[in-house]
């Protein structure tokens, strides 16, 4: 099991950047970022595999968000531009194995960290 630890979220508004950071326990080869806004099922941002050599956006944050990672150091970043109000959620660090390849598919991650809130106002 790995332990994974959120920070960075916060308040800013529309047009505004955010950096997350998120710290895992050990070693995995997947990582990735999801959120959840209120009454919405949790939706995948971004993906990293091992060597940074493949990463994964849903649409609505490519372009603004830039998900990149420290396999040394165990941690993963999402660096959050031009920041819209339809970005607030909580925010969730996660990592899986290998077992199903480059995936924005929450049932895919295994391990999950406690959340970081993140609020656009307009």
């Known amino acids: 099991q790995v332990q994974l630890v959120e920070s960075g979220g916060g308040s800013v508004q529309t047009g505004g950047s955010l950096r997350l950071s998120c710290v895992a326990s050990?070693?995995?080869?997947?990582m990735a970022w999801f959120r959840q806004a209120a009454g919405k099922e949790r939706e995948g941002v971004a993906a990293?595999?091992?060597?940074?050599?493949?990463?994964t956006y849903v649409d609505s944050v490519r372009g603004r968000f830039t998900i990149s990672r420290d396999v040394a150091k165990n941690t993963v970043d999402l660096q959050m531009n031009s920041l819209k109000p339809e970005d607030t959620a909580m925010y969730y660090c996660?990592?899986?194995?290998?077992?199903?390849?480059?995936?924005?598919?929450?049932?895919?991650?295994?391990?999950w960290g406690q959340g970081t809130q993140v609020t656009v106002s307009s």
């Open positions: 996660a990592a899986a194995s290998d077992t199903y390849g480059l995936t924005l598919r929450p049932q895919a991650y295994s391990d």
């Open positions: 050990k070693y995995t080869y997947y």
């Open positions: 990293i595999s091992h060597g940074s050599d493949g990463t």
